[in-house]
């Protein structure tokens, strides 16, 4: 059976049992900050498990998974993988134990066919219930007893918990890995007894004293990964020998071809795996990185590119394998196909850039460990400092170290690695120069337990009461000031007097610390401000004009960027303030002119449909229903603020431009952006590019700086065109006529090039034809030397008339030299096979500079250099000199 069916298999067993069927969500988890990647199957259903929500009573789901504690297990065991799938069915207060133990069993021993005596269960020590169950299932084997770390499940100290039940499959005395004990059962450590299904039973409530009360409503939670039910039920050795992971291992040795076959099982499982989670976790958005998320994926790739390199491999070629991942879950997951060619890019150049300092980490490392007579051994330790050069300076994570020092049998100083960090971190802090803005002391500042009501939405100015006030931070009851949040900066403004008569403080910032807006401000002399004062809260109404825009048009930016780049592309940072926008997105590659002009194109086209921007609080999940795009990891709450741009509004949210979660101030029609203009894109990071772009009036005041500042380059242009035209007639050119008052800028500036081209042909023609005409050749032994002193010359004309001089010499030197503001330039060719018998030109020009207290250099076959403007017969006769000298 493939891995497919079993996977439908089991979807299609509970949802005939009145299971709700539930698509997987996303590795990242949506609305809960609390936690870096979904790591079981329950994630999406905690608020059923907690009883915030009760529209469900009963759910299914195969559900994509990522653990970070088994990475460095991985291929070491068949036990542990990075990336997962893991097949749950849920019950929220309906059926309890006796259903989902009889299901487990019945789907196990009909559906995937398993031999029952091959199946062991365990239960919780002191779980009567669950044995009794089981026993009168008639299972073959009778049900072990297990303690609490291994068959009690907790959510926290305190809160809801229970009792579990595992069923493992017996692999046999003769599977890999197995331990070969006596009493090896359900439980053991080895890779005998595999663990297929855990039953978690949630029937109480932990008490502070560690008490156990009972829960109004029992719930079922239960997990089991789709890989080992897949090995399992087609009788494979392990997961690895399943058509979830062949195919990718086929490609890695296509593509690397392993010569050392005894690294090569373990390194081809590894790379199996950590390709999977690369491609899953890249396909949502994320980007390597040394920060959260991306350091965990940057880890994942750098580890699969090291076991490349044991197998013999130089290149990169991780991002060649991903075409076998999307082969396998390309149908069932139809984003990380979409995504895969952005994914491919973005991944070769991780690779790219690890590999050019892998060689010199291992080289670093290599040469501490045989140098270093503290950790010259087994059972020594490398220091920490070195552990964190070779992060700090060849991006070794410190796991890569690890491993490869347990390899010769060292440790690794974990605790002096942390000093060196701290330490940098310190030094990072010490140097940094901030961005300007004031650091807000909350020291003394007692917050207030009232929240701060923000009005902005509503109104730019506000009747408030102080509540706390310290230094520079005021805190009000309610204020109409946007705290910088989601990109958006800060508002600016004042606090005035109730009657709005007397200011008070001038607002520089506005941050916000938990439930409470900070006002950061500026305190006019004798004007002081203290709790319980009334006052008048207002916003500067005409940067706020400036911001609006930009967010707005921020929106309709990531909307353009995903319509013409693709749906891989995700918002990765922004900043939307009053002199401009700038948005970061996950993309591999730069735009070229034409996806630019499209994108900026779409985003104008939207602004002219003059279409409403209408924002609405609902649940999560129903944003999550309508498909609002949010960040990744971000916690929106239970009720979030989305932001519809679209011709209907709410009355129809799917006829839609763009739809966002977001907290921030945007214009009530896309017609008050007026228009929109890409300034530039860059790069941030590998995979990362970025937007800068101006809207609305602060767009309207670039173009009226550009007309000015166009209106006086024309007019400087024009100018330095007659000058061009001046000089050309005076070197006998002819100059065409030019109506200046008609020409733009850039005609000016392209007709001031071909003067300037023109004119320099006209002089080095010129010039030319003086040497010609007034050239000295002067016999020394076997050379000759051609010396010549023209005016008006510049080096590269000299240079390119000796070149033609040189043929005339035959076997000499060429020194051609030109006078400008009391200097003498001079070049210094040596011709033909002068330069093979001692004469070296750059060895002659220094002699000659410095008994005339000039400077020169070059090469043995062409100099150049500087002299006062002396004598030049005299200078002629030195370098006859020192011809002869070198000849002689």
Same mark, same amino acid.
């Given at each position: 059976?493939?891995?497919?069916?079993?996977?439908?298999?089991?979807?299609?067993?509970?949802?005939?049992?009145?299971?709700?069927?539930?698509?997987?969500?996303?590795?990242?988890?949506?609305?809960?900050?609390?936690?870096?990647?979904?790591?079981?199957?329950?994630?999406?259903?905690?608020?059923?498990?907690?009883?915030?929500?009760?529209?469900?009573?009963?759910?299914?789901?195969?559900?994509?998974?990522?653990? $970070? $504690?088994?990475?460095?297990?991985?291929?070491?065991?068949?036990?542990?993988?990075?990336?997962?799938?893991?097949?749950?069915?849920?019950?929220?207060?309906?059926?309890?134990?006796?259903?989902?133990?009889?299901?487990?069993?019945?789907?196990?021993?009909?559906?995937?066919?398993?031999?029952?005596?091959?199946?062991?269960?365990?239960?919780?020590?002191?779980?009567?219930?669950?044995?009794?169950?089981?026993?009168?299932?008639?299972?073959?084997?009778?049900?072990?007893?297990?303690?609490?770390?291994?068959?009690?499940?907790?959510?926290?100290?305190?809160?809801?918990?229970?009792?579990?039940?595992?069923?493992?499959?017996?692999?046999?005395?003769?599977?890999?890995?197995?331990?070969?004990?006596?009493?090896?059962?359900?439980?053991?450590?080895?890779?005998?007894?595999?663990?297929?299904?855990?039953?978690?039973?949630?029937?109480?409530?932990?008490?502070?004293?560690?008490?156990?009360?009972?829960?109004?409503?029992?719930?079922?939670?239960?997990?089991?990964?789709?890989?080992?039910?897949?090995?399992?039920?087609?009788?494979?050795?392990?997961?690895?020998?399943?058509?979830?992971?062949?195919?990718?291992?086929?490609?890695?040795?296509?593509?690397?071809?392993?010569?050392?076959?005894?690294?090569?099982?373990?390194?081809?499982?590894?790379?199996?795996?950590?390709?999977?989670?690369?491609?899953?976790?890249?396909?949502?958005?994320?980007?390597?990185?040394?920060?959260?998320?991306?350091?965990?994926?940057?880890?994942?790739?750098?580890?699969?590119?090291?076991?490349?390199?044991?197998?013999?491999?130089?290149?990169?070629?991780?991002?060649?394998?991903?075409?076998?991942?999307?082969?396998?879950?390309?149908?069932?997951?139809?984003?990380?196909?979409?995504?895969?060619?952005?994914?491919?890019?973005?991944?070769?150049?991780?690779?790219?850039?690890?590999? $050019?300092?892998?060689?010199?980490?291992?080289?670093?490392?290599?040469?501490?460990?045989?140098?270093?007579?503290?950790?010259?051994?087994?059972?020594?330790?490398?220091?920490?400092?070195?552990?964190?050069?070779?992060?700090?300076?060849?991006?070794?994570?410190?796991?890569?170290?690890?491993?490869?020092?347990?390899? =010769?049998?060292?440790?690794?100083?974990?605790?002096?690695?942390?000093?060196?960090?701290?330490?940098?971190?310190?030094?990072?802090?010490?140097?940094?120069?901030?961005?300007?803005?004031?650091?807000?002391?909350?020291?003394?500042?007692?917050?207030?337990?009232?929240?701060?009501?923000? $009005?902005?939405?509503?109104?730019?100015?506000?009747?408030?009461?102080?509540?706390?006030?310290?230094?520079?931070?005021?805190?009000?009851?309610?204020?109409?000031?946007?705290?910088?949040?989601?990109?958006?900066?800060?508002?600016?403004?004042?606090?005035?007097?109730?009657?709005?008569?007397?200011?008070?403080?001038?607002?520089?910032?506005?941050?916000?610390?938990?439930?409470?807006?900070?006002?950061?401000?500026?305190?006019?002399?004798?004007?002081?401000?203290?709790?319980?004062?009334?006052?008048?809260?207002?916003?500067?109404?005409?940067?706020?004009?400036?911001?609006?825009?930009?967010?707005?048009?921020?929106?309709?930016?990531?909307?353009?960027?995903?319509?013409?780049?693709?749906?891989?592309?995700?918002?990765?940072?922004?900043?939307?303030?009053?002199?401009?926008?700038?948005?970061?997105?996950?993309?591999?590659?730069?735009?070229?002119?034409?996806?630019?002009?499209?994108?900026?194109?779409?985003?104008?086209?939207?602004?002219?449909?003059?279409?409403?921007?209408?924002?609405?609080?609902?649940?999560?999940?129903?944003?999550?229903?309508?498909?609002?795009?949010?960040?990744?990891?971000?916690?929106?709450?239970?009720?979030? =603020?989305?932001?519809?741009?679209?011709?209907?509004?709410?009355?129809?949210?799917?006829?839609?431009?763009?739809?966002?979660?977001?907290?921030?101030?945007?214009?009530?029609?896309?017609?008050?952006?007026?228009?929109?203009?890409?300034?530039?894109?860059?790069?941030?990071?590998?995979?990362?590019?970025?937007?800068?772009?101006?809207?609305?009036?602060?767009?309207?005041?670039?173009?009226?700086?550009?007309?000015?500042?166009?209106?006086?380059?024309?007019?400087?242009?024009?100018?330095?065109?007659?000058?061009?035209?001046?000089?050309?007639?005076?070197?006998?050119?002819?100059?065409?006529?030019?109506?200046?008052?008609?020409?733009?800028?850039?005609?000016?500036?392209?007709?001031?090039?071909?003067?300037?081209?023109?004119?320099?042909?006209?002089?080095?023609?010129?010039?030319?034809?003086?040497?010609?005409?007034?050239?000295?050749?002067?016999?020394?032994?076997?050379?000759?030397?051609?010396?010549?002193?023209?005016?008006?010359?510049?080096?590269?004309?000299?240079?390119?008339?000796?070149?033609?001089?040189?043929?005339?010499?035959?076997?000499?030197?060429?020194?051609?030299?030109?006078?400008?503001?009391?200097?003498?330039?001079?070049?210094?060719?040596?011709?033909?096979?002068?330069?093979?018998?001692?004469?070296?030109?750059?060895?002659?020009?220094?002699?000659?500079?410095?008994?005339?207290?000039?400077?020169?250099?070059?090469?043995?076959?062409?100099?150049?250099?500087?002299?006062?403007?002396?004598?030049?017969?005299?200078?002629?006769?030195?370098?006859?000199?020192?011809?002869?000298?070198?000849?002689?």
């Amino acid at each position: 059976m493939d891995s497919a069916s079993v996977r439908r298999s089991f979807l299609d067993f509970f949802a005939s049992r009145g299971h709700a069927v539930r698509p997987s969500t996303p590795i990242v988890p949506q609305g809960d900050a609390t936690l870096m990647f979904n790591s079981a199957g329950m994630v999406p259903f905690k608020p059923y498990f907690l009883g915030i929500k009760k529209d469900l009573s009963r759910a299914a789901s195969c559900q994509k998974c990522f653990r $970070t $504690t088994d990475i460095d297990r991985v291929g070491h065991t068949i036990r542990h993988l990075t990336f997962f799938e893991m097949l749950g069915n849920f019950s929220f207060g309906d059926y309890f134990k006796e259903d989902a133990i009889a299901w487990a069993w019945a789907f196990l021993t009909k559906d995937m066919g398993l031999d029952p005596a091959r199946l062991h269960p365990s239960v919780f020590k002191d779980d009567e219930e669950a044995f009794a169950i089981w026993t009168k299932l008639g299972a073959p084997n009778k049900p072990v007893r297990l303690g609490e770390d291994s068959n009690f499940w907790n959510m926290g100290p305190t809160g809801p918990c229970g009792p579990c039940s595992e069923i493992y499959f017996d692999r046999g005395p003769g599977a890999s890995n197995s331990c070969g004990k006596p009493g090896c059962g359900a439980g053991c450590d080895c890779d005998r007894h595999i663990e297929i299904w855990n039953l978690v039973f949630t029937q109480f409530d932990r008490q502070p004293d560690g008490g156990l009360k009972p829960l109004p409503r029992k719930n079922i939670d239960t997990g089991m990964g789709l890989e080992r039910l897949a090995f399992v039920a087609g009788g494979k050795g392990s997961p690895f020998d399943t058509d979830l992971f062949l195919p990718i291992m086929d490609a890695v040795r296509g593509v690397i071809r392993p010569s050392a076959a005894d690294v090569a099982p373990l390194a081809l499982r590894v790379i199996a795996d950590h390709a999977r989670a690369v491609a899953f976790l890249m396909s949502e958005g994320i980007i390597p990185s040394n920060v959260e998320r991306g350091y965990v994926l940057r880890r994942l790739i750098r580890r699969a590119v090291r076991y490349g390199q044991l197998l013999g491999h130089k290149g990169p070629f991780l991002h060649s394998v991903l075409p076998a991942v999307t082969g396998i879950f390309g149908g069932t997951y139809p984003g990380i196909a979409a995504a895969s060619g952005s994914v491919a890019e973005t991944l070769r150049m991780e690779e790219e850039r690890f590999l $050019t300092t892998l060689e010199a980490g291992e080289r670093e490392l290599e040469g501490v460990l045989s140098k270093c007579g503290g950790c010259g051994g087994a059972g020594k330790l490398l220091p920490g400092a070195a552990a964190f050069k070779l992060y700090d300076t060849f991006g070794f994570p410190l796991e890569l170290t690890r491993e490869i020092c347990a390899g =010769r049998g060292v440790a690794v100083d974990e605790d002096g690695y942390k000093e060196a960090v701290r330490t940098a971190a310190e030094v990072a802090r010490a140097s940094w120069k901030g961005s300007g803005a004031k650091n807000v002391d909350l020291g003394k500042l007692a917050l207030p337990q009232q929240p701060t009501r923000f $009005t902005g939405y509503e109104s730019v100015e506000e009747p408030a009461e102080v509540l706390a006030c310290s230094g520079d931070v005021v805190i009000l009851d309610r204020t109409p000031f946007y705290a910088e949040s989601g990109g958006q900066v800060g508002d600016q403004g004042a606090i005035l007097s109730r009657d709005g008569r007397t200011v008070l403080a001038k607002v520089l910032d506005t941050q916000k610390h938990q439930t409470a807006i900070l006002h950061i401000v500026e305190a006019l002399p004798g004007r002081e401000l203290e709790p319980g004062l009334p006052v008048l809260a207002r916003v500067d109404e005409l940067r706020r004009s400036y911001i609006r825009p930009h967010h707005t048009a921020t929106h309709l930016l990531n909307a353009a960027l995903r319509a013409v780049l693709g749906t891989h592309v995700r918002q990765a940072g922004s900043y939307v303030g009053p002199d401009k926008l700038r948005f970061d997105f996950t993309h591999p590659k730069a735009l070229d002119d034409e996806d630019l002009r499209a994108v900026e194109d779409m985003v104008n086209a939207e602004i002219a449909k003059a279409q409403p921007v209408a924002t609405k609080v609902d649940t999560f999940e129903k944003a999550k229903e309508l498909g609002a795009m949010m960040l990744l990891g971000e916690e929106y709450g239970e009720r979030p =603020r989305m932001v519809l741009v679209g011709p209907k509004g709410w009355a129809d949210p799917l006829d839609r431009c763009s739809m966002e979660l977001c907290g921030g101030t945007h214009v009530a029609n896309t017609s008050e952006i007026a228009a929109f203009k890409v300034l530039k894109e860059s790069s941030v990071a590998a995979g990362i590019r970025r937007i800068e772009a101006l809207a609305g009036p602060a767009l309207g005041d670039h173009r009226k700086a550009q007309e000015l500042e166009e209106s006086r380059l024309v007019a400087e242009l024009a100018r330095r065109v007659k000058a061009r035209d001046s000089e050309l007639r005076s070197l006998g050119g002819a100059a065409d006529d030019f109506p200046l008052e008609r020409r733009t800028a850039a005609e000016l500036r392209s007709r001031e090039r071909e003067l300037a081209s023109f004119i320099a042909r006209l002089r080095e023609r010129r010039l030319s034809s003086a040497a010609d005409a007034g050239k000295k050749i002067v016999e020394i032994g076997a050379w000759r030397l051609l010396a010549q002193r023209l005016e008006g010359g510049d080096p590269k004309s000299l240079r390119s008339i000796a070149d033609r001089f040189k043929a005339e010499v035959g076997s000499g030197v060429v020194f051609l030299a030109s006078a400008r503001e009391g200097k003498l330039s001079f070049v210094l060719a040596v011709a033909g096979d002068a330069a093979s018998k001692a004469l070296d030109a750059a060895g002659m020009a220094k002699s000659l500079a410095k008994s005339l207290g000039g400077s020169a250099g070059g090469r043995a076959d062409f100099a150049q250099g500087g002299l006062g403007d002396a004598d030049w017969d005299g200078i002629v006769s030195r370098l006859v000199g020192i011809i002869g000298g070198e000849g002689g």
